[in-house]
């Protein structure tokens, strides 16, 4: 069902619009309108421009948010005014920036120190004071690395014939640490030796005190000494938000419903009167809280409201606000899945959830299973609120209800008797056609009534939307529902053995609503008293409607026939159950039940998806497509876009 909606003009002086939006609008569902484009006939509107002042301070208040998520109080959060919550983030955010500031003050001396450490600690095999090595004039030193297969390379067949002393410290797998010394004159062209051998330079800083080790040590200390500042300064930080994290959510609450009511500007339009200023707000209410509304302002000087009921004087579709029975909530994201009914659509959650239901549960037809579903569905549809394990729920209603009238239990149909029939063994005798399966035969007819249903449904759309086409001369409107209904009874009547009654009464029944699809262009315009319009001439006018006519009566008949697969599962359920049962050895008597409990879980979990989309497809291809255009727009309130 689609809640009746009321579209309301709120007017009141420009300088009282906050008031309005934080007393009214924020209790009320209304979607907005854009009042500039709803009102074009008002003469000397403007738009309603400002600048929210308190932008900056509610972004900073984001960030500080976002920054400690799980250490602010979700409860007792006090109001304020919102001066006072713009000055209160302004304070917080003075605050943490230092408290950040000397965490990163420290974080940062703290990496240049672990920089130094993993620079001095491959040398530690050195152990010679580095400060003094480092004042040295005369002699050159260098720190680096060489790669290991150089370095055997340069130790077996270049060392001994230069002027160089090598010191070797640390090693790995790839490469080798050293320090060599070498004489101030000798330097470039001893370097020049040690860089054909890919020797990569290091540069200690003059920082270290002592041996490499020595100084690794020191480092370590340091960087000790800095990590408990740094938790220091984060507990700092903690305490300051703990003292004041009330402070903080009730601040960003204040900012937040305040920001959101100025941004209503954006959607309202102003107007002078005798030097005076007026706002304008257009917008889109429920029936019954637009009754609310007017009652609760009937004493508010300061704020009137028109209610427009003429919806030719409004610019705007109508949103759409579904509102169905508990049971069928859950259907609705079927719905939402094709398109929202438009305003004057009727709502098909309702016949979704009926038919879903009952051809799941025909084609899916057992008692066991289908009360795992049950329970299964509404304890996940209840617990974690999840729409498909609502919709899964009632699927398992409507299969225990086809499993005791098929008088299957987990696959076993010895255990009770079949209330109605079993789908392998049900059998029907028709004239001309010999015998077919019951549940076949059953699956058309309930298909045929279901392509009824929805031709009327179509006819009840059309009328709504003033389609004269759809509603009079449509494969699914009164012309298709004459014919397919006239077609349906003569089956009926013709395999049931009886004598056709009025024989020339259905006849003209046939042809006659073929005749008003075939000329329903001509017929619309002479309706709508418009001239009609016979593109490429008479000739192809009657070839084009020969095809069409050719087509819809190809239509109606595989439509119909398309309903047999539901049949066609319900015999396929029962003989995968079977064969689970012969590979549990259930015929010995004695079956294996790990196998039993197996094959029930995989038909139950792959037979259920399948049988599922195949649903799925029966409604949309077979039944929305035949009356429902899912051309309507959400209702959207106020305040949910910006959430």
């Given at each position: 069902?689609?809640?009746?909606?009321?579209?309301?003009?709120?007017?009141?002086?420009?300088e009282?619009?906050?008031?309005?939006?934080?007393?009214?609008?924020?209790?009320?569902?209304?979607?907005?309108?854009?009042?500039?484009?709803?009102?074009?006939?008002?003469?000397?509107?403007?738009?309603?421009?400002?600048?929210?002042?308190?932008?900056?301070?509610?972004?900073?208040?984001?960030?500080?948010?976002?920054?400690?998520?799980?250490?602010?109080?979700?409860?007792?959060r006090?109001?304020?005014?919102?001066?006072?919550?713009?000055?209160?983030?302004?304070?917080?955010?003075?605050?943490?920036?230092q408290?950040?500031?000397?965490?990163?003050?420290?974080?940062?001396?703290?990496?240049?120190?672990?920089?130094?450490?993993?620079?001095?600690?491959?040398?530690?095999?050195?152990?010679?004071?580095?400060?003094?090595?480092?004042?040295?004039?005369?002699?050159?030193?260098?720190?680096?690395?060489?790669?290991?297969?150089?370095?055997?390379?340069f130790?077996?067949?270049?060392?001994?014939?230069?002027?160089?002393?090598?010191?070797?410290?640390?090693?790995?797998?790839?490469?080798?640490?050293?320090?060599?010394?070498?004489?101030?004159?000798?330097?470039?062209?001893?370097?020049?030796?040690y860089?054909?051998?890919?020797?990569?330079?290091?540069?200690?800083?003059?920082?270290?005190?002592?041996?490499?080790?020595?100084?690794?040590?020191?480092?370590?200390?340091?960087?000790?000494?800095l990590?408990?500042?740094?938790?220091?300064?984060?507990?700092?930080?903690?305490?300051?938000?703990?003292?004041?994290?009330?402070?903080?959510?009730?601040?960003?609450?204040?900012?937040?419903?305040?920001?959101?009511?100025?941004?209503?500007?954006?959607?309202?339009?102003?107007?002078?009167?005798?030097?005076?200023?007026?706002?304008?707000?257009?917008?889109?209410?429920?029936?019954?809280?637009?009754?609310?509304?007017?009652?609760?302002?009937?004493?508010?000087?300061?704020?009137?409201?028109?209610?427009?009921?003429d919806?030719?004087?409004?610019?705007?579709?109508?949103?759409?606000?579904?509102?169905?029975?508990?049971?069928?909530?859950?259907?609705?994201?079927?719905?939402?899945?094709?398109?929202?009914?438009?305003?004057?659509?009727?709502?098909?959650?309702?016949?979704?959830?009926?038919t879903?239901?009952?051809?799941?549960?025909?084609?899916?037809?057992?008692?066991?299973?289908?009360?795992?579903?049950?329970?299964?569905?509404?304890?996940?549809?209840?617990?974690?609120?999840?729409?498909?394990?609502g919709?899964?729920?009632?699927?398992?209603?409507?299969?225990?209800?086809?499993?005791?009238?098929?008088?299957?239990?987990?696959?076993?149909?010895?255990?009770?008797?079949?209330?109605?029939?079993?789908?392998?063994?049900?059998?029907?005798?028709?004239?001309?056609?010999?015998?077919?399966?019951?549940?076949?035969?059953?699956?058309?007819?309930?298909?045929?009534?279901?392509?009824?249903?929805?031709?009327?449904?179509?006819?009840?759309?059309?009328?709504?939307?003033?389609?004269?086409?759809?509603?009079?001369?449509?494969?699914?409107?009164?012309?298709?529902?004459?014919?397919?209904?006239?077609?349906?009874a003569?089956?009926?009547?013709?395999?049931?053995?009886?004598?056709?009654?009025?024989?020339?009464?259905?006849?003209?029944?046939?042809?006659?609503?073929?005749?008003?699809?075939f000329?329903?262009?001509?017929?619309t315009?002479?309706v709508?008293?418009?001239?009609?319009?016979?593109?490429?001439?008479?000739?192809?006018?009657?070839?084009?409607?020969i095809?069409?006519?050719?087509?819809?009566?190809?239509?109606?008949?595989?439509?119909?026939?398309?309903?047999?697969?539901?049949?066609?599962?319900?015999?396929?359920?029962?003989?995968?159950?079977?064969?689970?049962?012969?590979?549990?050895?259930?015929?010995?008597?004695?079956?294996?039940?790990?196998?039993?409990?197996?094959?029930?879980?995989?038909?139950?979990?792959?037979?259920?998806?399948?049988?599922?989309?195949?649903?799925?497809?029966?409604?949309?291809?077979e039944?929305?497509?035949?009356?429902?255009?899912?051309?309507?727009r959400?209702?959207?309130?106020?305040?949910?876009?910006?959430?």
């Open positions: 069902m689609i809640e009746k909606m009321k579209f309301l003009s709120i007017t009141g002086p420009k009282d619009i906050d008031r309005v939006a934080d007393v009214y609008l924020s209790r009320y569902e209304i979607q907005l309108e854009n009042a500039l484009s709803e009102l074009k006939t008002v003469k000397d509107l403007r738009p309603y421009i400002e600048i929210n002042p308190y932008k900056g301070e509610l972004d900073r208040a984001k960030e500080l948010m976002e920054q400690w998520p799980d250490a602010l109080p979700e409860a007792d006090a109001d304020m005014d919102v001066n006072q919550a713009a000055q209160t983030i302004r304070e917080l955010s003075e605050t943490f920036e408290l950040n500031a000397r965490q990163r003050e420290l974080l940062d001396k703290r990496e240049e120190l672990v920089k130094s450490r993993d620079q001095v600690m491959p040398f530690k095999g050195l152990n010679y004071d580095v400060k003094e090595i480092l004042k040295l004039k005369f002699v050159k030193f260098r720190f680096g690395r060489i790669a290991k297969d150089y370095f055997e390379k130790s077996k067949y270049v060392y001994e014939t230069i002027d160089t002393i090598m010191f070797k410290c640390e090693e790995d797998a790839d490469y080798v640490w050293i320090v060599y010394f070498v004489p101030d004159k000798l330097s470039e062209k001893i370097d020049a030796i860089a054909s051998m890919h020797f990569e330079r290091q540069f200690l800083p003059d920082e270290y005190e002592g041996t490499p080790v020595e100084a690794g040590v020191a480092l370590e200390d340091r960087i000790a000494n990590d408990h500042e740094i938790e220091v300064a984060k507990a700092s930080a903690s305490r300051e938000l703990t003292a004041r994290g009330k402070d903080l959510a009730a601040a960003y609450d204040r900012l937040h419903a305040y920001s959101l009511n100025f941004d209503v500007r954006k959607m309202a339009a102003c107007t002078k009167h005798e030097n005076h200023n007026f706002y304008i707000l257009c917008g889109w209410m429920t029936e019954a809280d637009a009754k609310r509304f007017q009652q609760e302002i009937a004493d508010d000087a300061d704020t009137f409201c028109i209610v427009e009921d919806h030719g004087n409004i610019m705007s579709k109508p949103p759409t606000k579904m509102k169905n029975p508990g049971l069928f909530k859950p259907f609705e994201m079927f719905v939402e899945m094709y398109g929202l009914p438009a305003y004057n659509e009727i709502d098909p959650t309702i016949l979704i959830g009926i879903y239901s009952v051809l799941f549960g025909f084609m899916f037809g057992d008692a066991g299973q289908g009360l795992c579903l049950l329970v299964g569905g509404f304890l996940l549809y209840r617990l974690k609120k999840v729409r498909l394990a919709i899964i729920s009632c699927c398992g209603l409507f299969s225990t209800i086809f499993g005791l009238l098929f008088g299957s239990i987990f696959g076993f149909e010895d255990i009770i008797d079949a209330a109605w029939l079993r789908p392998q063994q049900a059998m029907t005798d028709l004239p001309f056609i010999g015998r077919l399966n019951t549940v076949f035969v059953v699956a058309v007819g309930l298909g045929m009534c279901i392509i009824l249903l929805c031709m009327v449904l179509n006819i009840v759309n059309s009328l709504r939307s003033h389609d004269t086409e759809k509603l009079y001369f449509d494969t699914n409107g009164a012309a298709g529902l004459v014919f397919y209904f006239a077609l349906a003569t089956i009926v009547l013709f395999l049931s053995g009886r004598t056709l009654p009025a024989t020339v009464i259905l006849v003209v029944m046939f042809v006659v609503p073929l005749i008003l699809m000329f329903k262009e001509p017929l315009a002479a709508e008293k418009k001239r009609a319009k016979l593109e490429g001439g008479a000739g192809m006018f009657a070839v084009q409607g095809f069409e006519l050719f087509e819809v009566l190809l239509s109606y008949f595989s439509n119909t026939l398309s309903f047999v697969r539901v049949g066609a599962f319900a015999v396929s359920h029962a003989a995968m159950m079977e064969v689970v049962l012969m590979l549990a050895g259930a015929e010995a008597g004695s079956p294996n039940w790990a196998v039993v409990v197996g094959g029930n879980l995989f038909v139950c979990g792959m037979e259920g998806l399948i049988v599922g989309i195949q649903v799925l497809r029966l409604e949309y291809y039944l929305f497509s035949r009356f429902y255009r899912g051309s309507g959400s209702f959207v309130p106020y305040g949910k876009t910006a959430a």
